[in-house]
């Protein structure tokens, strides 16, 4: 993709404005807990210090916004200090000493090294470092910089209060998760009816598994509801996938094939049932006519071999999800998924960032360095031209940056675009009202409320509200508009121009790493592959090593469909993998992946009779994938004898399980495949 076209793509990217459904009461409560904050602070201090502690109770409210799983609460108060920390340190070593310059480089590099652990870490600290270059400059002395650090922790404080005095829609996300998991699979059953081999997104179980995950505590309060849903329908999903493919189950026409058809129509009714259920805190009621479905005793004498064993499984499976979905199924006493708790995330978060630090190529490193080498550029550049407020350049730079090439040019277009609108509007309601420090504070807070109800609905709307809601809050302490506004939108411009600058050139392109996400995630099924194989020839060795090789295939091709969705969007000359040999190999893996899931629908208990011809074909089919993953990174084609030998061996000795060895047989199948999509020539369009 050309320079051209990929900045009118991001460009179209950030100004994009999507309809969300709003949350008006969560809004509320955040410009509820922001007007406490100021009201105490301008009775009691002044001005200078309401404006601090406004900032700290509107952070505390944004890391409530956050995508995380962790309790709301300590979001807020992890917030608040952290940028009052960080506010009384800028002020103690001096904002025109060249000890700040040093702070700010090391709280840059930190911020964008926190991005490895995780997005939420990551807002939370580039934010906190661009509030901070607002809020050291309001202090006159370091008796007052320890009471405006004091009164940002009070911020954050305030609004982790009122979350656990006033939650609203408690477990909510949870609860949405799950029956978001089930409603994917709902609508997986109703296509399979009129698609026997449709695709599935695993992200919704994924991310259901990622809010399971709980701390000891949270493990004590949650709904008996949100306890076992999502591993029972874990399991239903490779249930259906072989109910209805015709290579493991029944022809594509015929008696057997209607019976599959009501059976996948009953399931999805079961599960919308079970998915609204879980997500309204409901009993749940089931439809006569798909309890007449999976009730009638005609499906034992229609269906025959795997077909009929998938089809005892799945009407097992749905009595379970559905008793698991009000809370009195034996998903109630499962084991919880654990997190460590926030105190035990530091040395966690420390390690893995250190981590980073090692790798000198990897996208969070080079961001940090971005970051730090751009805030550091922008605040000296902020100072030497005769603006003043000259902090508004590296603030707008931290808030944008991001460690892919698309998010960081789609937020700059957003920054400057919101921060026009923004500073427009809010200059137009300064010239008609004159507003004092009571009114100023008044309309801040309503646009720190509108801020929080539209986020999600793009970047630029929240820059708009967010540049509106500081200039009516400097403007609080005295500042007029035009002092502010027109260094503001040039300042903005200058930050925004400056990450995009540092982004060409000091890049971290996903497009020459397609390969080796591609290798990983022809790794991670191969193993997968093998352990499903592995356990026909030793049944007694427990689902384990099965369930934990299906979650690095998931997270492997999560990982191969972000990095491709990142490369398609750079202007890159192609150095990876041309379009279409991703997209068909991407759709060899997927087959892959696939067909081990059929075969894991069907895995013998612990007592069945072992398959010895599985073994050698389990590990040939590991040494042969993960050799193959080597081929792939080192741009050769990968190619699957060993497996041909394991089969052929395998045949000669005769097939006492027909699934397995079908299963076998489209594996391979799915393997040729992919050597076929990578032996196209490399010179087609970039992927």
């Known amino acids: 993709m050309s320079w051209l076209r990929a900045l009118k793509e991001t460009a179209r990217s950030g100004l994009k404005v999507e309809p969300r459904r709003l949350e008006p009461l969560v809004a509320l409560r955040g410009a509820a807990g922001l007007a406490v904050v100021v009201g105490i602070s301008l009775t009691l201090f002044g001005p200078s210090v309401a404006a601090s502690s406004a900032f700290g109770a509107f952070q505390g409210a944004i890391a409530t916004y956050q995508r995380s799983w962790r309790p709301r609460p300590a979001l807020a108060l992890a917030s608040g200090l952290s940028l009052a920390l960080s506010t009384f340190l800028g002020y103690l070593v001096g904002t025109h000493s060249p000890f700040f310059l040093v702070l700010l480089a090391l709280w840059t590099f930190l911020a964008g090294l926190a991005w490895a652990v995780g997005p939420t870490v990551g807002v939370i600290a580039s934010s906190n470092v661009a509030i901070m270059l607002v809020t050291v400059t309001l202090p006159s002395s370091l008796a007052e910089a320890a009471g405006h650090a004091a009164m940002i922790a009070f911020g954050g404080v305030v609004q982790a209060a009122l979350v656990v005095l006033f939650p609203i829609r408690r477990w909510g996300a949870q609860r949405d998760a799950l029956a978001d998991a089930l409603a994917a699979e709902a609508d997986y059953a109703r296509r399979l009816r009129h698609d026997p081999v449709a695709p599935f997104d695993p992200q919704p179980l994924m991310t259901a598994r990622l809010a399971a995950a709980v701390t000891p505590r949270e493990a004590r309060r949650r709904p008996s509801e949100l306890h076992g849903s999502r591993g029972v329908a874990e399991r239903i999903r490779p249930v259906l996938a ?19 058809r009501e059976l996948l129509a009953a399931a999805a009714t079961v599960l919308d049932v ?13 439809p006569p006519a798909a309890e007449a479905a999976l009730a ?6 229609i269906l025959t071999g795997p077909a009929r064993r998938a089809a005892a499984r799945l009407i097992a499976l749905l009595a379970d999800v559905v008793e698991t979905a009000q809370g009195s199924g ?8 654990l997190r460590p708790t926030l105190p035990r995330l530091v040395p966690l978060a420390l390690r893995t960032m250190r981590a980073e630090v090692t790798n000198r190529h990897s996208p969070v490193f080079r961001h940090a360095v971005r970051v730090c080498a751009v805030a550091t550029a922008g605040y000296l550049l902020g100072h030497v031209l005769p603006f003043g407020h000259g902090y508004w350049a590296p603030m707008a730079s931290v808030m944008v940056m991001r460690p892919d090439f698309s998010l960081t040019y789609a937020r700059a277009v957003a920054r400057f675009g919101g ?6 509007l809010a200059t137009g309601i300064v010239q008609l009202t004159h507003p004092d420090t009571g009114l100023s504070a008044a309309i801040a807070v309503t646009c720190a409320f509108l801020a929080y109800l539209l986020m999600r609905t793009g970047y630029a709307v929240l820059s708009g509200c967010v540049s509106a809601y500081v200039v009516f809050l400097l403007g609080m302490g005295g500042l007029q508009w035009t002092q502010t506004v027109p260094d503001r939108v040039f300042l903005t ?4 121009a400056l990450a995009m600058i540092s982004y060409a050139v000091y890049p971290a392109w996903e497009t020459p790493r397609l390969r080796t996400r591609l290798a990983d995630w022809l790794a991670a099924s191969g193993r997968y592959a093998s352990a499903v194989v592995a356990h026909y020839a ?10 934990e090789a299906l979650l690095d295939t998931r997270a492997a091709r999560i990982a191969w469909q972000e990095a491709l969705d990142k490369a398609t969007h750079e202007p890159v000359r192609h150095r990876g993998l041309s379009r279409s040999s991703a997209e068909e190999a991407a759709h060899a893996l997927s087959q892959l992946g696939r067909t081990a899931m059929l075969m894991e629908a069907h895995l013998p208990e612990g007592d069945a009779t072992p398959v010895p011809a599985a073994a050698k074909l389990a590990e040939a089919l590991r040494e042969a994938t993960e050799r193959g993953a080597k081929a792939v990174r080192e741009r050769r084609v990968p190619h699957w004898e060993e497996v041909e030998q394991a089969l052929a061996a395998w045949d000669g000795e005769g097939v006492p399980d027909r699934v397995v ?3 076998a047989g489209l594996v391979l199948h799915c393997l040729d495949d992919l050597t076929d999509a990578l032996t196209v020539p490399d010179d087609a369009p970039q992927a």
């Not at 921060?419 to 427009?424: D, E, I, K």
């Open 242 to 260: 072989s109910l209805a493919d015709p290579a493991l189950g029944v022809p594509e026409e015929g008696e057997e094939r209607d019976r599959v």
């Open 274 to 286: 079970a998915a609204r259920a879980v997500r309204h805190g409901e009993a749940a009621v089931i």
């Open 296 to 301: 009638t005793p005609d499906t034992g004498a």
């Open 330 to 337: 034996t998903g109630a006493g499962a084991e919880p998924l």
């Open 419 to 424: 921060t026009l609108v923004g500073v427009a």
């Open 493 to 496: 411009l200058i930050g925004g």
């Open 538 to 547: 030793d049944p007694g060795r427990g689902s384990g090593p099965v369930r």
């Open 661 to 663: 060895r079908s299963g």
